[in-house]
């Protein structure tokens, strides 16, 4: 029907030109991504132990779900990684809501300030975790240091060693590194936003609480759900975190689902069920994600923005 | 400097067809407009002829040549877009001169050629800015200057003033009438804005929903639409339009209120056809303040609701059949809404068109 | 109270606030680079040196192998592994990345939602969930332990991201850009080297100086798949400190202030174009 397709080779034909454009980046991820999953998929239901590779033909149906489902060691690890994520995002999205508030009224140093607010955004995790691990530590930190001099403590406060204390330390850590990607990002929509609605709101007889509750709000919420969306294409990086900070330890105190797999998987070589548990993470992380990117889309469509 | 025709010209996306095999022909160093309402396949035409769309079948040749599978840089045309598409990066001079550097043109032959063309558009002064720094009637004139400077076959121009304020839009037609009467080339135009069609073109092409509905000189579109839909969306306030049916010598509208038909189109209606009663608000005036006052004139009193002043006319509201219809005096007097006029409705002017298929009963 | 006065109260205040948090992101870092131009026994000492008595080079020239002192990690060669491991893999995501970005931002094809969702899935897999099947896998075909394992895995960690950015920035180019230049002559792929690329040039540095930092930074990925010098780099090189029996502190803090550098000067590069390429992407659709 189409007389342009006559002679044309299929592969230089408008409708092939994306689907070519695109190959590599498919091509990538399913060499290094797809393929492995479904191979970690078909090892969660085998008995594979590193140090046997025989063992990667035993099959052993939903056994390795079966045990990970009924260890308690696991349901602990899988509720405080929850709540850990649950306390890190929300504390972050305040804190970041509040800076870039604070930042917003500020005229003078503006673009430096918001410079160096970038600054945690680009460590690496495993250098925010040794930094906190150095301030931290009991003998010789920073703040232990600084607690005895000022008289505010008279022994060594053990950040790293008690139960809650490095959960805190921990959290403490990953909410420094990760609370600027809101505070740029819901900064980047105070910019954005246009004048007009403030003034109106005003004019309406608005307070101050009411034109940021009412206007303000709405209008920055895609923003924060970008960024909700970006950090939990990247919450794992807590694993390099705590694995420098703590190790997950002491006695599994701080252990998140990503250390144990770790440790189930490498230490002792049970990537059955290394993988299996891998499974259930990875499924909390598209959860999450697929979770903030539809109420970014649904915060999108009513403010207009898009197509 | 060619001629471009258009045979039986389908685009379509997918299962979705957009231009449904349309015809055109189009004559050397002609002024040609596509106007239609948004959505109605005048821009995919132009982009078709362009060779930014892939036809979907049927046949575009500029001059001789088939050029349906040429890529645009091939077909040796120029363009200018709705957003000027200049080159952020590139100055006003670069700009111009940019066609020609890929077509290896000689330093000095770019240099001259640049130079020539922004004397034509009085770019002079500007020929080192960047387009960031142009006003948008100067980035107007850089994206016509764009156009000239590589002496194309054919320009086409997308909706090329929609982006101007009103008083800048109206000085910018002025000057790509001129451009074109000094710079002879094929011209396709398209727009929307049926004002931009009736004082640029030599012939109008109005286009709806993928289809040509009529082709012809400004003054025949204007005076003999072929359809309802024509005559609906050229001139400005539109053509009021009343349905009816034909009663022996009158047509009746709904609510029983009859006018006579007009007697030059007597022959080309059937008692009991129902039809659609067209005339402009040029031919309904106050007596004594109309243009046509001569010929065959249905006189009525008509009750006016709404008087627009514009200083020489006035356009005058009111109703004839339950439908709001739309009249004019000219050489105004004050009128108050509730006035009650002498109003003649000249019928030499005014169309018939087939109740069913909205056609000219005149084409029958 | 009067108005003049309430606002003059909210500026202090702001300004004290503004001076609490910059003192919390500023401290911690600023600490380690102190400790990296400090001996180790100061960092030790009790009652504890607040004021550095020794201001010197050392650690540095220690871990770079050239002091007295040696230490038994490797430093440079970790380094050289870490630039040429995230340089590589950079180069080869930015290309691939341009030519998928491309594709979303210009063309209209089947599947193109889904395509772009399941790019940005394969990103939510945490790290030590991938490490495990990649682990198993790169071990059979003898990757474990080659940078190139680490760059091939960095290539595919970094894609959906460049993709995402780099659509971005090509989104914010019109299309009648590229279509202009081909009517005045270019070909499709002159018209992307001459016009489009150029205008998204900054854009695309940005991403890939994003790409660069992920890479520069991983730590899950690389703890696995790597073993010895041939490929450690530098964050898994930092871990190797606390292995010891007692740490070097000071000679971790001289390792930290080198992974943080780049990290330093690129975010200053960076900045502007990113947080425009983010919300770009997200909010325009």
Redesign the interface.
């Known amino acids: 029907m189409s007389n342009i397709a006559k002679g044309v080779p299929f592969w230089r034909k408008e409708q092939f030109t994306p689907f070519i454009l695109l190959s590599p980046a498919i091509l990538t991820l399913m060499f290094v991504v797809l393929l492995p999953l479904l191979f970690s998929l078909y090892t969660s239901f085998t008995g594979y132990r590193l140090i046997r590779p025989e063992s990667l033909y035993d099959w052993v149906g939903f056994r390795n779900y079966e045990r990970i489902f009924s260890n308690k060691n696991f349901w602990i690890a899988f509720g405080r990684t929850i709540l850990f994520l649950t306390i890190a995002l929300n504390v972050e999205f305040i804190l970041g809501l509040g800076i870039a508030l604070l930042i917003n009224r500020i005229t003078w140093g503006q673009r430096t300030l918001r410079t160096f607010m970038m600054f945690p955004m680009m460590f690496s995790p495993i250098l925010v975790g040794y930094q906190f691990k150095f301030i931290f530590n009991d003998n010789i930190g920073i703040l232990n240091n600084a607690l005895q001099a000022l008289g505010l403590s008279d022994g060594a406060i053990p950040w790293l060693v008690d139960k809650y204390l490095a959960m805190f330390s921990i959290l403490f850590a990953e909410i420094w590194m990760s609370t600027s990607v809101f505070a740029i990002l819901l900064l980047a929509g105070l910019f954005a936003m246009p004048r007009d609605p403030l003034e109106a709101a005003k004019v309406d007889g608005c307070n101050a609480w009411q034109v940021f509750r009412h206007i303000t709000l709405p209008f920055i919420m895609p923003f924060a759900f970008i960024a909700m969306t970006i950090r939990s294409l990247d919450v794992a990086r807590a694993y390099d975190i705590v694995d420098v900070m703590t190790g997950g330890g002491p006695a599994g105190r701080t252990e998140l689902l990503w250390t144990l797999i770790a440790r189930v998987g490498y230490d002792n070589s049970r990537m059955g069920q290394a993988n299996a548990m891998a499974y259930v993470s990875i499924l909390l992380s598209i959860l999450f994600t697929y979770y903030f990117f539809t109420k970014l889309l649904a915060a999108r469509k009513y403010m207009g923005g898009a197509e | 400097m060619a001629e471009i025709a258009l045979h039986n010209v389908v685009k379509n996306y997918g299962k979705l067809e957009v231009v449904h095999g349309i015809n055109l022909n189009i004559e050397h160093n002609e002024f040609v407009v596509l106007v239609g309402p948004s959505g109605c396949g005048k821009s995919t035409t132009l982009r078709m002829i362009a060779g930014l769309e892939e036809i979907s079948d049927g046949t575009i040749s500029i001059g001789s040549e088939i050029v349906n599978e040429l890529p645009p840089r091939k077909r040796n045309i120029s363009m200018v877009f709705q957003n000027y598409a200049l080159y952020p990066h590139m100055s006003v001079r670069d700009n111009l001169g940019f066609g020609l550097k890929i077509a290896k043109q000689a330093p000095d032959v770019i240099e001259e050629r640049v130079r020539e063309a922004a004397d034509v558009l009085g770019l002079g002064d500007l020929m080192d800015r960047t387009p960031a720094e142009l006003s948008g009637g100067q980035r107007q004139r850089v994206a016509m200057g764009r156009a000239i400077v590589r002496n194309p076959q054919a320009f086409l121009f997308d909706e090329p003033l929609s982006n101007l304020d009103a008083k800048l839009r109206v000085q910018m037609r002025t000057e790509i009438k001129k451009l074109h009467q000094k710079v002879k080339t094929t011209v396709v135009y398209v727009t929307h804005d049926q004002v931009e069609a009736m004082t640029l073109a030599d012939r109008i092409v109005v286009m709806k929903d993928g289809y040509i509905e009529q082709v012809g000189s400004p003054m025949e579109v204007f005076n003999h639409p072929v359809n309802t839909f024509v005559a609906s969306f050229i001139g400005s306030p539109p053509m009021n339009l009343i349905p009816g049916a034909i009663d022996g010598d009158n047509i009746r509208f709904s609510d029983g209120a009859h006018i006579s038909v007009p007697t030059r189109l007597k022959d080309k209606v059937r008692n009991g056809q129902e039809i659609i009663f067209g005339f402009r608000p040029d031919d309904l005036t106050p007596v004594g303040h109309g243009i046509n006052e001569s010929g065959q004139q249905a006189p009525m009193k008509l009750v006016i609701t709404l008087a627009e002043l514009l200083g020489t006319e006035t356009i005058l509201y009111t109703q004839i059949a339950g439908q709001e219809i739309l009249g004019k005096m000219f050489d105004p007097r004050d009128i108050h809404p509730g006035e009650e006029l002498n109003m003649n409705l000249s019928l030499d002017k005014a169309h018939l068109f087939d109740g069913a298929t909205g056609k000219s009963v005149r084409l029958d | 109270m009067n108005s003049a006065l309430k606002k003059r109260i ?2 202090v205040l ?2 004290v ?2 001076f609490l ?2 003192l ?3 401290v ?2 600023l ?2 680079v102190l ?1 990296a131009f400090r001996p180790n026994s100061e ?2 000492a ?3 040196v ?1 004021i550095p008595q020794n201001f010197n080079l050392n650690n540095f020239a220690k871990i770079f192998g050239f002091g007295a002192e040696q230490v038994a990690i490797p430093v440079p060669a970790y380094f050289t592994n870490s630039l040429i491991i995230a340089l590589t893999s950079t180069a080869i995501a930015l ?3 341009m ?2 970005g ?3 931002a ?2 209209r ?1 089947r599947f ?1 939602n889904g ?1 772009f ?14 490490s ?3 682990f ?2 790169w071990s059979r075909i003898g990757l474990i332990d080659a940078k190139l394992g680490l760059i ?2 960095y ?2 960690l970094n ?2 991201f460049t ?1 995402w950015l780099i659509d971005g920035f090509f989104r914010q180019i ?1 299309k ?2 590229s ?10 792929w ?1 018209a992307f080297w ?2 489009e690329f ?2 998204a040039k900054s854009g695309i540095a940005s991403a890939g100086i994003f790409a660069f ?1 992920t890479s ?5 990925l690389a ?2 798949l790597t073993r010895s010098t041939d490929s450690k780099t530098l ?1 898994v090189g ?2 190797d400190f ?1 292995a010891q029996f007692t740490i070097d ?1 000071a000679g ?2 001289a390792m ?1 202030v080198i ?2 550098i780049p ?2 000067v ?3 590069l960076v ?1 502007k174009h990113l ?2 390429g ?2 770009f992407g ?4």
């Open positions: 909210g500026n702001s300004w606030m503004t948090l910059m919390v992101i500023c911690p870092g600490w380690v400790t960092v030790l009790k009652p504890a607040w290309l691939i990345g030519s998928g491309y594709a979303f210009r063309y094809f193109k395509l969702l399941g790019l940005m899935l394969s990103r939510t897999v945490p790290g030590i969930a991938l495990l099947p990649v198993m896998i091939i895995v290539v595919a894609v959906p993709v019109p009648e850009m279509e202009a230049a081909q009517v005045d002559g270019c070909t499709r002159e001459k016009i150029p205008l930092l520069w930074n991983e730590y899950a703890s696995q964050p930092l871990m606390t502190w971790m803090s930290a992974i943080i990290a330093l690129l975010t200053f900045q947080i425009a983010l919300t997200g909010v325009k659709g």
